[in-house]
């Protein structure tokens, strides 16, 4: 069974399909910050406060790199029109 594509290639064939590989990866980011949130809202778990400032800043790495991107645009587009 060499050949046959395991769970995990197909989940990254499909999400390149949808989204670029840079965008991928960084969502990709936000999947352990997501099983803490969902832990602590239907398991109970507590979260440290060191989970707590870890997924803030993974977070906030994931909205810089999206916001980046538009604050480049938006300078270069106003730019162009100088």
């Known amino acids: ?4 594509p395991n769970l995990r290639d197909e989940q ?4 390149y399909r949808f989204f670029s590989r840079s965008i991928s ?3 990709l980011l936000g999947e352990p910050v ?3 949130i969902l832990a602590y809202l239907f398991l109970g778990e507590t ?5 707590f400032i870890g997924g803030l800043m993974t977070l906030l790495g994931m909205a810089g ?5 538009s604050l480049t645009q938006t300078v ?3 730019r162009s029109y100088s």
């Open 1 to 4: 069974m060499e050949n046959s």
């Open 12 to 15: 990254k064939r499909l999400e």
């Open 25 to 27: 990866r960084v969502i």
């Open 34 to 36: 997501l099983a803490i």
């Open 47 to 51: 979260i440290s406060i060191f989970q």
């Open 65 to 69: 790199y999206f916001w980046t991107p």
């Open 76 to 78: 270069s587009k106003d």
